[in-house]
């Protein structure tokens, strides 16, 4: 049993409860109840949240790219270096650098990831023995971390949306929609050895990457499960997308294919406030990373017009250059000050902003990874994050300010435990295997940046 000075429960906060996991789930709360001494106490206890977008690889990159080259920088010149960078991962990298993220996601308060990934093939983009191969050292990342993995193969056909062939780093991307099948059908087939709460779903790049018959393929192959999709990150982007397909990239996907709650459309930085409000009423969750996003320069997604019209959205840590659960979320609420000149923006009519927006991203990730988490319930994952509300940033807020205060003014280091679906691996602020990760991630390194100095 789990025993809590305070649980964020769905009516709100709750004082000294109790709670029972079997088998990943939550099974029992009591409510004003007296701790047993077996119970592992903790001080106060929230839904934890999923990471909805995750390129793990790109962790090892985090620092590399803050040199500004001669010229104008953009996310396409970081793109450039990113795919040289590819070309020395072996699959050993990729997992030893899958495993340090994803042990950093479960310090930061995270409970699941939604790896969406794009890096299938070797350097010379020939298929491995096993099409998988890559991704089951994602998912041996996953089982060695103990987070919960919603794996999202990524289909990539074409070089861009002019239909240029894959070139460079890009041939580590390509499969055919047949081979694509292929992919997801050895994926699911992998996964059965993982936890229960591990999930498959697909991930068709973006509209720059695959064709729009590609596209129809694909979602008639695939009908359950979530469907993930880079859309209207850059504006050269949108401008291509609406030369070539005749609309914006949001509506172009509203207008053309049946979009529902197993969506997630990730970035959507660049809408219309219609686009925002169809794409609300559509059920698909904003997938957000707000760091990345300020990182490449993307631009400023329409957080108040989504709220207006009721949208869903997540959080991600994308790049993973700075993997933190809070300054994502303050990211998010302060991308929109700025852009407004007002405060308080990502909040309907009024109320608590910090508590907006953690419970709307906890929700929101759990919906697009589609884990039966975002809440502390009975029948509910165990996706469960505990912090310490004696640290100094919050010692001296009620409950009622307690969100606003962990999301504005604490950072990370508040976390002492984390839960993915009742697996308990983050204890007194650290994980359990983190000498292990950390020492494998360590070894990874050194053997690529001597490559990187070789080459």
């Known amino acids: 049993m789990i025993f809590a000075k305070r649980a964020y429960l769905d009516k709100g906060w709750t004082p000294n409860v109790r709670l029972a996991v079997h088998d990943g789930v939550i099974a029992e709360i009591l409510e004003n109840a007296e701790p047993d001494k077996n119970d592992l106490r903790v001080d106060t206890l929230l839904p934890a949240l999923s990471n909805l977008h995750s390129h793990s690889f790109q962790r090892a990159m985090a620092g590399m790219t803050e040199f500004r080259a001669k010229g104008r920088e953009s996310f396409w010149t970081w793109r450039d270096l990113m795919y040289r960078f590819l070309d020395r991962l072996t699959p050993d990298h990729i997992r030893a650098i899958a495993g340090l993220a994803f042990m950093e996601m479960q310090e930061a308060g995270f409970a699941a990831v939604g790896e969406f990934h794009y890096v299938h093939h070797s350097p010379d983009g020939k298929t491995y023995d096993n099409p998988a191969e890559l991704s089951l050292q994602i998912m041996e990342a996953a089982r060695e971390t103990g987070i919960g993995l919603t794996h999202l193969p990524v289909l990539y056909t074409r070089g861009g949306v002019d239909g240029e062939p894959l070139a460079g780093g890009q041939l580590r991307f390509g499969n055919t929609v047949a081979e694509f099948s292929e992919l997801v059908t050895r994926c699911r087939m992998a996964a059965n050895d993982l ?112 709220i207006a019209a009721h949208g869903g959205f997540g959080i991600g840590t994308d790049s993973n250059i700075n993997i933190t659960l809070t300054e994502e979320l303050r990211s998010l609420e302060y991308a929109q000050r700025l852009h407004r000149r007002e405060r308080n923006v990502m909040v309907a009519n009024e109320g608590s902003v910090g508590e907006t927006l953690y419970v709307g991203a906890a929700k929101g990730g759990a919906q697009a990874l589609n884990r039966d988490a975002g809440a502390i319930a009975v029948g509910k994952l165990a996706d469960l994050v505990a912090i310490d509300s004696n640290d100094p940033a919050l010692a001296v807020l009620g409950d009622s300010q307690i969100l606003d205060g962990y999301v504005f003014a604490a950072n990370d280091r508040v976390v002492t435990d984390l839960w993915s679906a009742g697996r308990h691996q983050v204890r007194a602020g650290r994980h359990v295997a983190r000498e292990q990760i950390v020492a494998s991630y360590r070894r990874a390194m050194t053997n690529l940046t001597s490559a990187l100095d070789q080459n």
């Open 195 to 306: 936890p229960l709460d591990t999930r498959i779903g697909v991930a068709p790049h973006s509209l720059r990457a695959v064709t729009p018959d590609d596209l129809s393929h694909v979602l008639a192959q695939h009908p359950t499960g979530p469907i993930h999709i880079h859309i209207a990150e850059q504006v050269k982007e949108v401008a291509e997308v609406q030369s070539r397909l005749g609309a914006r990239p949001v509506q172009w996907l509203l207008d053309s294919v049946d979009i529902d709650d197993r969506w997630c459309l990730i970035h959507a930085t660049h809408m219309t406030d219609a686009e925002t409000s169809n794409m609300a009423r559509s059920g698909a969750i904003a997938g957000l990373c707000p760091i990345t996003e300020a990182n490449l320069g993307d631009g400023i997604f329409n957080g108040a017009g989504l």
